[in-house]
């Protein structure tokens, strides 16, 4: 399993996943952070960036945060 951080930007105007360097993402996420929106919406964005199932992503750290630490298969 591996390990990125992720940074969550929400309310963007579309959704997109950004490279910043080796292991660092920039998520902009046009949900809300409200309801577990933002997090569903992440997790499905980094399934389709990553090619793997939703259900294999988890979030490690951060669930409230914009700041996240995400597992990955």
């Known amino acids: ?36 929106k933002a997090n569903h919406l992440l997790i499905s964005l980094l399934a389709k960036h990553f090619d793997v199932a939703p259900s294999r992503i988890r979030i490690v750290f951060g669930e409230n945060s914009r700041q996240k630490i995400i597992e990955l298969p």
Do not use: Q
């Open 1 to 36: 399993m591996a390990k990125i951080s992720v940074k969550v930007i929400p309310r963007a105007k579309k959704n997109t996943v950004e490279c910043i360097e080796e292991g660092k993402y920039r998520v902009r996420l046009t949900a809300p952070p409200v309801d577990e």
